[in-house]
Every structure is written in structure tokens, then in C-alpha cells.
């Protein structure tokens, strides 16, 4: 039934390319519109029987001149605001809120919410047996990173502990790309792709869940191909579900994207790592996708130290 829905999404899809282009107004009105579509510059040059450069030229004139596409992994600067959702294994939620104080950092404990605060917050979570999650404010960049360590040390000094029902949740800011499809799609489909090399450096508990399911549903990458805007794509996708690996619920709730498939964790490197990972993953897929899903992709947006980081974590669960 996925694959007949995915089958009907596209037919849709080249439905509305072809009204476009049977409609009598300008060439410039219809490449706008099959940019608004989600089509690359060079299917719609395609699709239209004109030159690249008369739709880079249309293009340019709606989304300003297009940078270099290359992402210069070496150049890559934190600066993306983000924030983290902490599920841990505690007796005491009043130790846990104790312990992140005297580190310093304000916190409190709240019922359940998805409310944004500017301190820290312990909140319940009914699939964590035994413990309650630990919410940041929204963080920043560096600084950001420097009051995360301050909790996570808390943490571990408090005795919080991990199980496999456990989750880290990061979500990263959107402002400078907010509902641009195109990026999604990216987002999208370098998940997918990738999602197999992930799952090598995740624990088995992780790969397969039923809150961060796989991004690779029947007849993905025409699925999201046809989508014309977001609410499009997480239908075609998701069905609207946040409980995938990448969520792109969370964007109409707190402006994010949402990762949810590393395991829990209070190690500071291991959290501080994965969310290094997730920003630079968001600011090579604002332009980018990648060719294939083999691990040598990772090169093309971590670092050195990431991927080493990475490959050492794949041999460590494949052994």
C-alpha cells in the first residue's frame, strides 16, 4: 500500500509540472514556479527546453546569487543555536535539579511539557522506566557547548546512569533556512542515504526503535523528490510523525530540526560529538547531498577528529 501511495504521489507531482507548463503565461512565471515545486535548476532547464543559465539567471533573481555548492568541511564554524533533551536513569529528580545548580546553571522541575524556558527543566517521560528527562534552554555555539559540560558533569557526578531505553534528542535552529524545501529535502534524503553508515556507530537499540524510526520508508527518495512544500514531505514520508530519526515536526513547534536517534548519554564528548555531527550534517545539507551512503561520504562535512571519532565507534559495535 506505501509503495501504490508513493506511485500515486508522484503521478500527482507530474501532474502539476505539467499544468505548469501548459499554462500560457511567461517562461519566467513557470521556471519560478517549478523552482517553488522543488526542482533542481537543471530539471527544470530540462523540463522547459531552455539553457542552464536562463533559470540560474530566474533563480538568482528569487533566492540572490547562489554560493559555491562545495561545503568546505575545514571552514566550518559552530555558530547555530541548538538545544538537548537528556533522558537518564535517576531515584531523584531534587538531586538531579541540586546537582546542575551548584554546577552553576539554573534548573527546575517542571510536569510534562514541550514548552521552550530559559533554565534547564526535569520533566517525566513515560518511556524512560525508572528515570525522567533533563531539557536545556536554548544553547548557542561555543558557549553553549561550555554549559552543557557544566550539566553533563553534574550529571555523572550525581550518579545519573543509562539504559537501553534511553534516548539523546539535539534539535538545531532553522532560522536561516526555515520552511525552504529544498533544504528538507536535502535534510531528507542525506538521512536516508546515510542512515546505514549512522546505524554502524549507534548501538543495535537505536537502529531499529519505535521512536526514531527509519527514514528509509518504501519508495523514499521519489517520495520526497515529489513533495512541493514541508507539510508535503512529512506526509509522504512520515505520515506527520516526530518519531523518526530526523523530525522535522519539531520545526512547527520550536523552529528546529530534531534528532532522535543517538542513544543516551551524560558523557560530554559523546554528546558534544553528535551534535557537532548534526550541525555540520544541517549546513552541508543546506546545499548539498551526498552521491552514495558508504562511510566515505562523512568526509565531505566532519572533520578529521569526527570521523575517526565515528569509525572507531563502528568497529567498537561491530566487533
Not at 47 to 64: H, P
Not at 302 to 317: G, H, S
Request: charge should be positive; charged fraction near 30%; glycine fraction near 6%.
Amino acid at each position: 500500500r506505501a509503495c501504490i501511495r508513493a506511485s500515486k504521489t508522484r503521478e500527482h507531482a507530474m501532474e502539476n509540472i505539467q499544468n505548469i507548463l501548459e499554462q500560457t503565461g511567461t517562461k519566467t512565471a513557470k521556471i519560478k514556479m517549478l523552482l517553488q515545486l522543488g526542482m533542481t535548476r537543471k530539471q527544470v532547464a530540462e523540463a522547459m527546453g531552455v539553457g542552464y543559465g536562463f533559470v540560474q539567471n530566474v533563480y538568482a533573481s528569487v533566492y540572490g546569487v547562489a554560493r559555491p555548492r562545495k561545503f568546505r568541511s575545514d571552514a566550518f564554524s559552530f555558530d547555530r543555536t541548538f538545544g538537548v533533551e537528556m533522558e537518564i536513569i535517576h531515584e531523584s529528580e531534587n538531586k538531579i535539579r541540586t546537582a546542575i545548580r551548584n554546577a552553576g546553571v539554573e534548573c527546575e522541575i517542571e510536569s510534562y511539557n514541550h514548552d521552550t524556558r530559559t533554565h534547564w527543566k526535569i520533566v517525566s517521560d513515560a518511556s524512560v522506566d525508572g528515570g525522567f528527562e533533563v531539557v536545556s534552554p536554548v544553547l548557542k555555539a561555543r558557549s553553549g557547548l561550555d554549559e552543557l559540560e557544566k550539566v553533563c558533569n553534574a550529571l555523572v557526578n550525581a550518579g545519573a546512569r543509562i539504559r537501553k531505553c534511553c534516548g539523546l534528542h539535539v534539535h538545531l535552529g532553522t532560522d536561516d533556512f526555515k520552511t525552504d524545501i529544498r533544504v528538507w529535502k536535502n535534510l531528507y534524503k542525506n538521512y536516508a542515504a546515510l542512515e546505514r553508515t549512522i546505524d554502524s556507530f549507534m548501538p543495535p537499540s537505536r537502529r531499529h526503535n519505535q521512536y526514531c524510526r527509519s527514514m528509509r520508508v518504501c519508495d523514499w527518495n521519489a517520495k520526497i523528490e515529489s513533495a512541493a512544500n514541508l507539510r508535503m514531505l512529512e506526509s509522504a514520508v512520515t505520515g506527520g510523525s516526530r518519531y523518526f530519526k530526523l523530525n522535522s515536526q519539531s520545526y512547527w513547534r520550536h523552529k528546529t530540526v530534531e534528532f532522535r536517534q543517538h542513544s543516551g548519554s551524560v558523557e560530554f564528548e559523546k554528546v558534544r560529538n553528535w551534535i557537532l555531527f548534526c550541525a555540520r550534517f544541517v549546513e552541508f545539507s543546506r546545499r548539498n547531498t551526498v552521491k552514495t551512503g558508504r562511510k566515505t561520504e562523512l568526509k565531505k562535512f566532519l572533520d578529521a577528529d569526527l570521523v575517526n571519532y565515528y569509525n572507531n565507534r563502528a568497529a567498537k559495535f561491530a566487533a
